[in-house]
Structures are given as C-alpha cells and as structure tokens.
T-cell receptor
Framework: AQSVTQLGSHVSVSEGALVLLRCNYSSSVPPYLFWYVQYPNQGLQLLLK??????LVKGINGFEAEFKKSETSFHLTKPSAHMSDAAEYFCAVSDQYTGFQKLVFGTGTRLLVSP | DGGITQSPKYLFRKEGQNVTLSCEQN?????MYWYRQDPGQGLRLIYYSQIVNDFQKGDIAEGYSVSREKKESFPLTVTSAQKNPTAFYLC????????????FGQGTRLTVV
C-alpha cells in the first residue's frame, strides 16, 4: 500500500527565510506525487505535481519540489517565506497502476511565518 | 466559472439525525470523491465514483452513503450510524487519470450538537 509521511506537524520560519517542508513516500511502483496548500476553512489548492518527467518541479507562488528516488522523498521548498504562505500543506501520492486517480494524503504540515 | 460547489458551508446535526452534504461540479469530470478531514489526521477517503451510477467505498465508508445519479452531482449522506461525524468534509473531482490533480470544493464543516 502506498503512503506518505510528512515530518513535522508544525514548521515555523521568519519572513524571508527558507521554507522546507518534508515528504517521504512509500510505494512499490513509480509514484505520482502532489503538494497541496490549504488556507483556514478552505478547500485544497494544487501547488505542484510530479508525474515522472523532470525531477525538479516548479509550482505556483514560488514553490518547488525535487523528486529523489534514492531517498524516496519529495520535499517542498521556497527560497524566501512570505506572510501569505502561512497555511497547511499536504503531500499526496497516487498510484499510476490503479487505473484511476486515487490520492493518499499525508497528515499535513502547518507552516507558521513570523514577521 | 468552472469549479466545485459544496453546500452548506456549515451544518449542525442533532444526535440520531441523517444529514446530506451537497457537491456539484461543472468541470465535466468523470471522477468524484469525498474526503473527511480531522485535525492532525490529514484527509481520509470516504467514497469515490469513477462514473455515473457507480461508486466505491474508500477507507472510512462506515456510517456514510452516496449516490451518483448525475455526472455533476455526488451527494454524501452522513447517517446516524456514524459515531463521530463532527469533521470537515471535502468533495473533489478529477479527470480519471492518475497523473491529473484533483480539484477541491470549499468544504462543509459538520458539527453534532
């Protein structure tokens, strides 16, 4: 069974600092990986996705993630945090062999940004 | 504007009552999903449907029921058999291909009073 693990339920950074949110996956087949962002009492919005093309994926709002097969990781980064980045971030995996799009989510990481 | 509409945004239920959460999409997506979100637990799949008149149980289907009579609509009923229904419920839809992302509604917060 596939799964994702997000290390750290909360991450705190100062405005302008590097953002690093960790995601490790477990999958017996090449996975498709996604990062979503959720603002309070809102739905989820896609930040970026990896679908076996380039291993470095650029997304919206200056975020990017690198797929590292040897480390089974797909960490999310942003060079300089902004106050508006404060939200909850979810990593998700989809199995390309199920024949349909079924996401398994991590438990989420809440990003706190201080002035 | 294409998207997914969930209603109501907030819902209060008395013990022993069934309630139905609405989800409508105009994205022409075949697949639709219901997730439950609890603090610290991420999103867990309740039911999904790949096509009209067909749906499958997800990981936590007990106490819930769904229907898919129209492509655009996928309502979720929280029955009295669901022992702990207070949660945030999210509906999503997608093209039924693993590489594509799911699009989410704004959610319904259900509280048992």
């Amino acid at each position: 069974a596939q799964s994702v693990t997000q290390l750290g339920s909360h991450v705190s950074v100062s405005e302008g600092a590097l953002v690093l949110l960790r995601c490790n996956y477990s999958s017996s087949v090449p996975p498709y990986l996604f990062w979503y962002v959720q603002y309070p009492n809102q739905g989820l919005q896609l930040l970026l996705k990896y679908t076996s093309a380039a291993t470095l994926v650029k997304g919206i709002n200056g975020f990017e993630a690198e797929f590292k097969k040897s480390e089974t990781s797909f960490h999310l980064t942003k060079p300089s945090a902004h106050m508006s980045d404060a939200a909850e971030y979810f990593c998700a995996v989809s199995d390309q062999y199920t024949g349909f799009q079924k996401l398994v989510f991590g438990t989420g990481t809440r990003l706190l940004v201080s002035p | 504007d294409g998207g997914i509409t969930q209603s109501p945004k907030y819902l209060f239920r008395k013990e022993g009552q069934n309630v139905t959460l609405s989800c409508e999409q105009n994205l022409n997506h075949d697949a639709m999903y219901w997730y439950r979100q609890d603090p610290g637990q991420g999103l867990r799949l309740i039911y999904y449907s790949q096509i009209v008149n067909d749906f499958q149980k997800g990981d936590i289907a007990e106490g819930y029921s769904v229907s898919r009579e129209k492509k655009e609509s996928f309502p979720l009923t929280v029955t009295s058999a669901q022992k702990n229904p207070t949660a945030f419920y999210l509906c999503a839809s997608s093209i039924d291909v693993p590489t594509t992302e799911a699009f989410f509604g704004q959610g319904t917060r259900l509280t048992v009073v």
